[in-house]
């Protein structure tokens, strides 16, 4: 029998997670990052982008629930100096929330097509090399729309794995009065990287967990984190909490169990 063949990883930035997942995400791999408000999702990704910046790669941040300002302000209090990567070439923030007519980076319209394009286009503004790539977060993509998650993600992930890119793509659980959102990524991601959190004795904890990643013989286990100013997201351990205690309230999941088996028939998946 040969040898397995030997698989890149690139570096989360957190060493502690990377430990978790066999040395990193595999290069070129789609992750999806899901989770309830709150978490700790774009800190990880601020991570996962200044990481790559630090180690010479590129970056391209897509953020649409926070402006371009929002994220530089939020990496600078863990010490990642977005704003001269983007100075340097070498990072671009693309925002999808303020839709400045000045900048070029910006999205006019939230869909999968305008996604893909402006990727290409900053990617080719950046040049050659290897490039990390967060879409937060991918299910506003898809607002209007929640059947459809499922055939852009497939239909984005398709595009963007040509372009050398290692992706972190977002995705929240936003329980509106008669959907939820987030189901679709899951299943085309190469990876699912879940963030949870609970209120144990009046305190909020939170929570991260590997759920899948192809060809990773990653931890199993749910590990504790914080998120502290100066630093960012600190991982503390592995927790034997109940499953009770982190996951949704009855109620909220059966409404996301309701919407998936919508959204899958409507798909026709
Ligand atoms: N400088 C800081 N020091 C300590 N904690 C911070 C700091 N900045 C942010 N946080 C914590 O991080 C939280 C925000 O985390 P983050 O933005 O990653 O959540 P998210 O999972 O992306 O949520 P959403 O789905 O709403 O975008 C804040 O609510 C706060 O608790
Ligand atoms: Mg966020």
Redesign the pocket.
Known sequence: MSNPIRVERVSTGIPKIDEMLAGGIPRGFAVAVT???????????IHFIAEGLKRGEKGIFITT??SRSSIIV?AS??GFDFRRGEEERRLVIIDALMRSERSPWTLTALNPEELVEKVIEAKKYLGYGPTRLVV??LSAFWLDAPAMARRHSYFIKRVLTQWDLTILM?S?YAITTSEAFGFGVEHVADGIIR?RRSVAGGV?RRFIMIEKMRWTPHDKRMYEID????KGLVVLGPTHLRKEDVTLPSRVAERIIRAREKSEREVGI
């Open positions: 989770g309830e408000p709150g978490t700790g999702k774009t800190v990880f990704c629930e926070e939020q209090q863990f937060d977060s977002t929240q963030f909020l998120i502290v100013d100066g």
